[in-house]
T-cell receptor, first 114, second 112 residues
Framework: EPEVTQTPSHQVTQMGQEVILRCVPI?????FYWYRQILGQKVEFLVS????????KSEIFDDQFSVERPDGSNFTLKIRSTKLEDSAMYFC????????????FGQGTRLTVV | GENVEQHPSTLSVQEGDSAVIKCTYS??????FPWYKQELGKRPQLIID?????GEKKDQRIAVTLNKTAKHFSLHITETQPEDSAVYFC???????????FGRGTSLIVHP
């Protein structure tokens, strides 16, 4: 069964550094999402991406964040100048079509900012 | 935007009992309601979903009900087993945005 894969599984970074979280969505999917989950809290929407552009973003997704689909298979989330409060599990998800179908989640990247 | 409230935050039951988790949503345009199960350290995985043209859906021991008028939907697990222990998230998706908005999650603990 196809899966969304994310790398790395765990990333530790110094405050102020830039990190890039990588995702490989399911190959024929068209809609891509990033969510984050602070420990013990709900899964929060960050951004959706379709047709090579951001289709929607939340208030959390400020200028510190950016997304890119550099090569047609990878989907990356870049966090510039990380802050302690960016520590969370980041999930990538993808969905196949415009119908109301299931979003498939990756296994997540745990980001720890120290 | 959509706001999803989920209760309870923690639910502890004995093996064999039933468990019910309830969610409400705010956007009357939402028309797709998936439920995800997240085991410790793993990704959220869809366990059941319901669309707005259906009031109830059942899959073996799990069922979901939807009341569009009241804007609430519930997950029912019967004959619970220890392997049902996990965090369960409800979500609501508006046909306009196609973005699932998640509830806060319910930590279900099934005691053997």
């Amino acid at each position: 069964e196809p899966e969304v894969t994310q790398t790395p599984s765990h990333q530790v970074t110094q405050m102020g550094q830039e990190v890039i979280l990588r995702c490989v969505p399911i190959s024929n999917h068209l809609y891509f999402y990033w969510y984050r989950q602070i420990l013990g809290q709900k899964v929060e929407f960050l951004v959706s991406f379709y047709n090579n552009e951001i289709s929607e973003k939340s208030e959390i997704f400020d200028d510190q964040f950016s997304v890119e689909r550099p090569d047609g298979s990878n989907f990356t989330l870049k966090i510039r100048s990380t802050k302690l409060e960016d520590s969370a599990m980041y999930f990538c998800a993808s969905r196949g079509d415009r119908g109301l179908t299931e979003a498939f989640f990756g296994q997540g990247t745990r980001l720890t900012v120290v | 935007g959509e706001n999803v409230e989920q209760h309870p935050s923690t639910l502890s039951v004995q093996e064999g009992d039933s468990a019910v988790i309830k969610c409400t949503y705010s956007d009357s345009a939402s028309n797709y309601f998936p439920w995800y199960k997240q085991e410790l350290g793993k990704r959220p995985q869809l366990i059941i979903d319901i669309r707005s043209n259906v009031g109830e859906k059942k899959d073996q021991r799990i069922a979901v009900t939807l009341n569009k008028t009241a804007k609430h939907f519930s997950l029912h697990i019967t004959e619970t087993q220890p392997e049902d222990s996990a965090v369960y998230f409800c979500a609501a998706t508006s046909g306009g945005s196609y973005i699932p908005t998640f509830g806060r999650g319910t930590s279900l603990i099934v005691h053997p």
